[in-house]
Nanobody, 124 residues
Framework: QVQLVESGGGLVQAGDSLKLSCAASGRTFSSNAMAWFRQAPGKEREFVAT????????YYATSVKGRFTISRDNAKNTVYLQMNSLKAEDTAIYYCAASSGDGLRLSRTDYDYWGQGTQVTVSS
């Protein structure tokens, strides 16, 4: 079992930056691929970024590539999402997710554990 707690969301202006954190507890954190998803009002939850368990491989949604950076600190059991050049369309609840395995995983169904989410609002 893995418990995930997100933090770092807030209200910012377009062009600003935010850094989200996701603290994990439970089974060995370093064994899991981790990801961030987001869900805007009236829309389905969508993939944002993922990172392999060793941190060496990362993959991003086209909409955030070049602006967002996912990273992890296995010693701290924490995964991060640095978000730069934020846009109004980035407004959503951001969720941290953990998979039971490793490798490239882009679908919600690839992830077994979810946090409660943190709200990010970008005003234009």
């Amino acid at each position: 079992q893995v418990q995930l707690v997100e933090s770092g969301g807030g209200l910012v202006q377009a062009g600003d930056s935010l850094k989200l954190s996701c603290a994990a507890s439970g089974r060995t954190f370093s064994s899991n691929a981790m990801a961030w998803f987001r869900q805007a009002p009236g829309k389905e939850r969508e993939f944002v970024a993922t990172i392999y368990r060793g941190g060496g491989s990362k993959y991003y949604a086209t909409s955030v590539k070049g602006r967002f950076t996912i990273s992890r600190d296995n010693a701290k059991n924490t995964v991060y999402l640095q978000m730069n050049s934020l846009k109004a369309e980035d407004t959503a609840i951001y969720y941290c997710a953990a998979s039971s395995g490793d490798g490239l995983r882009l679908s919600r169904t690839d992830y077994d554990y979810w946090g409660q989410g943190t709200q990010v609002t970008v005003s234009s």
